[in-house]
């Protein structure tokens, strides 16, 4: 059993290193919120499952499930909140460091139903 | 029957928290708090928006199909991210959603961002057009969204749609 633990775990770990790593790679905010979100997700999940067998009691093996169902929904609301900002701003094209246009109005902008972003 | 169900919540998490340690002089007034927050989150919802009844049954049934979809959306962030070149081709998907405004269109709105390759950027309460981020243009997002729309109107009870969603 403590080698599936141990490979449950080891596993988790790698998808936060993945996410993380799609968040240095990625190069539009979107995108980045992608990778961190769902590799996050599964490695937390990973993690919880890996260390389920260890737990003393019943409540805390349940304790374990909760974090990650909480921080599945606060993942989920603060992506979407993220990601609605982004929208609103027109901050996704912007290069490092530079500061939105404050007269933009990203809510009247016409649908562009191409890519956001340029072919690589 | 309104206050039944936060109040076994409360109660559940609070003896989940405290790795059932009997701490009832604390837990008794927090539960009641927090039932209270939870009804009273509830009305300020229902001002504007319709509350959708969860079908407690259909609950394991969506749990298994989230967490098979939460692997696959780990593991196809993955496969891109560890590419030579990130295999990415973002885009923006107008999508037409016929899970009807109100609690099951928020619930909806949030967890497609933890589905494969889908983040919803932009909301509406008046019109049926959602707003996603797809992380791939080349795959047919429309086609998940509708699978993950049945499994939600199998949870919130809600009558099937008819097809009239058009893919965007």
């Keep these: 059993m403590i080698y599936v633990q141990i490979l449950l775990v080891s596993l988790g770990c790698l998808f936060f290193i993945v996410g993380t790593l799609g968040l ?97 | 029957m309104r206050y039944l169900v936060p109040l076994l919540l409360s109660t559940l998490v609070w003896w989940i928290l405290t790795e059932a340690a009997q701490a009832w002089v604390v837990g008794v007034p927090v539960i009641l708090v927090s039932t209270w927050v939870a009804v009273r989150l509830q009305d300020t919802d229902s001002g504007s928006a319709p509350t959708h009844r969860l079908n407690w049954f259909a609950v394991p049934r969506f749990a298994l199909f989230f967490l098979w979809q939460s692997l696959q959306a780990g593991l196809d962030v993955a496969k891109r991210t560890l590419k030579p070149v990130p295999d990415i081709n973002p885009g923006t998907l107008y999508y037409y959603t016929s899970i009807p405004h109100g609690t099951a269109r928020y619930f909806f709105g949030a967890i497609v961002g933890l589905f494969p390759g889908t983040l919803c950027t932009e909301f509406s309460e008046d019109t049926d057009q959602l707003v996603l981020h797809v992380l791939d243009t080349d795959v047919d997002i429309a086609l998940d969204c509708r699978r993950l729309e049945r499994e939600i109107e199998r949870l919130f009870k809600l009558p099937a749609a008819d097809q009239q969603g058009r893919p965007a």
Excluded: C, M
């Excluded at chain 1, 979107?30 to 389920?52: E, F, M, P, W």
């Excluded at chain 1, 374990?64 to 599945?72: F, N, S, T």
């Excluded at chain 1, 530079?98 to 972003?117: I, K, L, S």
């Design chain 1, 24 to 120: 240095l790679r990625f190069d539009d905010a979107y995108s980045r919120i992608h990778a961190i979100t769902k590799a996050d997700n599964l490695g937390l999940g990973l993690l919880v499952l890996g260390i389920l067998p260890s737990a003393l009691s019943v409540p805390q093996g349940l304790k374990l499930i909760l974090i990650w169902v909480l921080v599945l929904a606060a993942s989920a609301t603060a992506s979407y909140l993220i990601a609605h900002y982004i929208k609103q701003h027109q901050l996704s094209k912007l290069p490092h460091g530079a500061r939105p246009d404050t007269t933009a109005d990203g809510q009247d902008a016409e649908p562009d139903p191409t890519n956001e972003r340029g072919p690589q």
